[in-house]
């Protein structure tokens, strides 16, 4: 293993998660050569740092000859998500609170978002996300509040690995239509989802942007009971929690 020290720590610890990091933004799985072509290091010294993750568990080689992240990882995603649900309860209960309807927390993985954390309506009727559970990008409120700090290129690629099937009659399933809609999603600062995954729900969702990881907030709650005018009220609140998620994450 490199013992070279860069600027932030072992060079080598450095260029491993990177390259994690990079087969996770790829869904997953890649090739040596692609590995290199998105991180710049060299082909020896990506294939040396692969063999020292295969041989942890951290990655596997398929017979393809690709790398997929390996088994291992799982145990330390699940931990991972338990404490990062953790860290942000109070902060949904607090959105709770003031909304009334769910709140949840979600992460991009890949090409697809996971929920990490929720905490309930106290309503009859609410909305409910299994945590853990993967959701498409394009019909999301959380979904589109991710990808929109991402490049057009990054989500383009994302919706053509993914696809984007119609969830509802709502649900936008051209690319066109959905970089249009990010455009506004930059510009307005939140996410929405009108009936655009389940018909009789709408979403709104907020980055937690300078994070520690590309998250975002989301309230849910059903369409006759969180209208567009409810929706907006809540969206300077849900902004205030995110920001003060990300100064506490960097503290």
Sequence with gaps: ???????????????????????????????????????????????????????????????????????????????????????????????????GETANMAVLEGDRVVYLAQVPSKHAMRMFTEVGRRVPVHCTAVGKALVAQLSEADVRAIVARAGMPAQTPNTL?????????LEQVRRQGFATDEAEQELGVRCVAVPVLDGPARVALSVSGPDARFTPAARDRVVPEMQRVATELARISRA
């Design 1 to 99: 293993m490199e013992v070279a020290r860069g600027q932030s720590g072992v060079q080598s610890v450095d260029r491993a998660f990177t390259l994690l990091e990079l087969l996770a933004d790829a869904g997953g799985r890649a090739t040596l050569g692609e590995l290199a072509a998105a991180s710049g290091l060299p082909a020896p010294t990506i294939h040396r740092l692969l063999r020292t993750l295969v041989a942890g568990g951290h990655l596997r080689q398929e017979p393809s000859r690709a790398y997929a992240l390996g088994p291992r990882l799982v145990r330390l995603g699940e931990g991972a998500g338990r404490l990062l649900g953790s860290w942000v309860h109070p902060a949904l209960t607090e959105l709770v609170e003031v909304t």
């Design 173 to 181: 399933t051209e690319p066109a239509a959905l970089l249009a809609h």
